[in-house]
């Protein structure tokens, strides 16, 4: 129904920025929910932030993050500024609407001390 392509991953050291993107196509609802995920070896997924379709934003830790969201474009960012080396992981993005959720491949964060 749903397809969620991230990009923007990369490489950067310690104390850089990055701005990640996930474009989604397919089957959109009006009402919807798109976030970021992260994940490691070993390691639970976890919430790093989510927005909804109406711009309300939630934040696992919102001191170094900024989500948005273009809705007429199908696409949701991430700004993530003064990056740490424990912030490595794989990134995926995430829709929840009515019938679900879908996720993206994800996209490798790699922060370098």
């Known amino acids: 129904q749903v397809q969620l392509v991230e990009s923007g991953g990369g490489l950067v050291q310690a104390g850089g920025s990055l701005k990640l993107s996930c474009a989604a196509s397919?089957?959109?609802?009006?009402?919807?929910?798109m976030g970021w995920y992260r994940q490691t070896p070993g390691k639970q997924r976890e919430l790093v932030a989510t927005i909804t379709s109406g711009g309300t934003t939630n934040y696992a830790d919102s001191s170094r993050l900024t989500i948005s969201r273009d809705n007429a474009k199908n696409t949701v960012y991430l700004q993530m500024d003064s990056l740490k080396p424990e912030d490595t992981a794989v990134y995926s993005c995430?829709?929840?609407?009515?019938?679900?959720?879908?996720w993206g491949q994800g996209t490798q964060v790699t922060v370098s001390s």
């Open positions: 995430s829709l929840r609407d009515r019938r679900g959720i879908y």
């Open positions: 397919g089957s959109i609802f009006s009402i919807s929910v």
